[in-house]
């Protein structure tokens, strides 16, 4: 009789062990917003690369006490003042202190800087778990257009404690970085945000839809995409699509997305389509479906938007701000305007709608430029940040 066959399994160690990670935001899908998608493309890319992630948010008011997952912490929460469909995290300072004296993250991450981001950077800290942090959202800017103006300097106060108490902040593009400098924030690191290019892509486009907008092959749809809010200078879409109307050109406007400004826009423009919230394969046509992407905001941090018109083949007009002034050269992949030039902005879009050529030439660069910006690249820089973090901090201990 033969003896049974022994196999040894030799233990393999991998050269870069997993990380235990907590990931604190305010938003997540399925709120539709920047912070939400990126934030959640960065959980699931770095759980498939075989990390332990925790994720903490705030429980939305649909979802059943018991509902968490087994890798998430659900708090409570409240809505957002200027934008009662999504919901800030309240303060969790015991419950995240109890998780984490049980469980110990190697790290925690705080992508939003509200009352939840403030509660988990306070635990952390007296737990000795190091913090990173994401620079995300221009608070500061937005009081300005609320009337909050008076604010503005105690909410840039608050924000620069904040993030520097983290080990280090993640900001999207140099030019933020630059003006963070300026305002005493430190420890800043440019990572920029990607896009899915199978996702969004100009194969998308889809005529039909069109036809339901009122388009034919010689029509130059116009398309927003993004909160349908004051902070997004959407006047400024209108009046561009109601002057290329009045010199004649054949032209349609579309909105995208939903908002507090959403009645008002109608008012302003009743001719406009407002095709609402679209997630998934019915945004990527909607973006494939249009020829313009329109952009005209100033609050973005980065505006993931643009990456996404981009890749779907676009011509992008916008201002020379965020991603747009990170990744455009004018008049190859897309145009910038100097922010708040009003009237360059309104002729650039009209010479462009005039020149299918010249728009042809650029949807084609635009779209070779988001091929070079995939969301692999980005996840492997902010792997090597959070895994430089965790070693620094246990060669510190040891």
Same mark, same amino acid.
């Given at each position: 009789?033969?003896?049974?066959?022994?196999?040894?399994?030799?233990?393999?160690?991998?050269?870069?062990?997993?990380?235990?990670?907590?990931?604190?935001?305010?938003? @997540?899908?399925?709120?539709?917003?920047?912070?939400?998608?990126?934030?959640?493309?960065?959980?699931?890319?770095? &759980?498939?690369?075989?990390?332990?992630?925790?994720?903490?948010?705030?429980?939305?008011?649909?979802?059943?006490?018991?509902?968490?997952?087994?890798?998430?912490?659900?708090?409570?929460?409240?809505?957002?003042?200027?934008?009662?469909?999504?919901?800030?995290?309240?303060?969790?300072?015991?419950?995240?202190?109890?998780?984490?004296?049980? #469980?110990?993250?190697?790290?925690?991450?705080?992508?939003?800087?509200?009352?939840?981001?403030?509660?988990?950077?306070?635990?952390?800290?007296?737990?000795?778990?190091?913090?990173?942090?994401?620079?995300?959202?221009?608070?500061?800017?937005?009081?300005?257009? @609320?009337?909050?103006?008076?604010?503005?300097?105690?909410?840039?106060?608050?924000?620069?404690?904040?993030?520097?108490?983290?080990?280090?902040?993640?900001?999207?593009?140099?030019?933020?970085?630059?003006?963070?400098?300026?305002?005493?924030?430190?420890?800043?690191?440019?990572?920029?945000?990607?896009?899915?290019?199978?996702?969004?892509?100009?194969?998308?486009? !889809?005529?039909?839809?069109?036809?339901?907008?009122?388009?034919?092959?010689?029509?130059?749809?116009?398309?927003?995409?993004?909160?349908?809010?004051?902070?997004?200078?959407?006047?400024?879409?209108?009046?561009?699509?109601? &002057?290329?109307?009045?010199?004649?050109?054949?032209?349609?406007?579309?909105?995208?997305?939903?908002?507090?400004?959403?009645?008002?826009?109608?008012?302003?423009?009743?001719?406009?389509?407002?095709?609402?919230?679209?997630?998934?394969?019915?945004?990527?046509?909607? @973006?494939?479906?249009?020829?313009?992407?329109?952009?005209?905001?100033?609050?973005?941090?980065?505006?993931?938007?643009?990456?996404?018109?981009?890749?779907?083949?676009?011509?992008?007009?916008? @201002?020379?701000?965020?991603?747009?002034?990170?990744?455009?050269?004018?008049?190859? #992949?897309?145009?910038?305007?100097?922010?708040?030039?009003?009237?360059?902005?309104?002729?650039?879009?009209?010479?462009?709608? !005039?020149?299918?050529?010249?728009?042809?030439?650029?949807?084609?660069?635009?779209?070779?430029?988001?091929? #070079?910006?995939?969301?692999?690249?980005?996840?492997?820089?902010?792997?090597?940040?959070?895994?430089?973090?965790?070693?620094?901090?246990?060669?510190?201990?040891?």
């Amino acid at each position: 009789m033969k003896e049974p066959l022994s196999i040894e399994v030799e233990r393999i160690v991998p050269d870069k062990p997993s990380l235990r990670m907590a990931v604190v935001t305010e938003t @997540y899908p399925p709120d539709v917003n920047g912070v939400a998608h990126t934030i959640s493309i960065i959980v699931k890319g770095l &759980r498939e690369r075989g990390h332990e992630i925790t994720l903490i948010r705030p429980r939305r008011q649909e979802e059943p006490i018991h509902s968490a997952m087994p890798d998430e912490l659900l708090v409570r929460g409240a809505p957002i003042p200027m934008y009662k469909q999504l919901r800030m995290g309240l303060p969790a300072l015991g419950s995240l202190r109890k998780l984490w004296t049980a #469980n110990r993250p190697d790290l925690v991450h705080i992508a939003t800087q509200g009352p939840l981001g403030w509660s988990a950077a306070r635990a952390a800290h007296k737990l000795g778990i190091p913090v990173s942090s994401d620079f995300r959202t221009n608070f500061h800017a937005y009081s300005q257009l @609320y009337g909050l103006g008076w604010l503005k300097s105690t909410i840039v106060s608050y924000l620069r404690k904040f993030h520097n108490a983290a080990r280090c902040t993640m900001v999207p593009t140099q030019r933020l970085k630059d003006e963070l400098v300026i305002g005493g924030f430190e420890r800043l690191i440019v990572v920029p945000r990607g896009v899915d290019t199978e996702k969004f892509s100009p194969d998308y486009r !889809n005529n039909q839809l069109r036809e339901t907008w009122g388009a034919d092959p010689k029509t130059t749809v116009l398309l927003s995409v993004g909160r349908l809010a004051v902070e997004k200078n959407l006047s400024l879409v209108i009046n561009t699509y109601t &002057r290329l109307i009045h010199a004649g050109a054949k032209a349609k406007l579309v909105f995208v997305g939903d908002g507090p400004e959403a009645n008002t826009l109608q008012r302003l423009c009743p001719d406009a389509i407002f095709a609402g919230t679209r997630r998934g394969q019915e945004l990527a046509e909607h @973006y494939a479906s249009a020829d313009l992407f329109v952009f005209p905001s100033l609050t973005e941090t980065f505006g993931n938007v643009t990456l996404e018109a981009m890749a779907s083949g676009l011509c992008v007009v916008a @201002y020379d701000h965020a991603a747009a002034g990170q990744l455009i050269v004018s008049e190859k #992949n897309g145009l910038l305007l100097t922010p708040n030039d009003e009237e360059g902005f309104i002729a650039a879009t009209q010479a462009v709608t !005039n020149n299918a050529i010249h728009r042809n030439e650029i949807r084609l660069q635009a779209r070779q430029t988001a091929q #070079n910006n995939s969301w692999n690249i980005i996840l492997s820089r902010t792997e090597e940040i959070f895994r430089s973090l965790v070693t620094l901090n246990n060669s510190k201990q040891s």
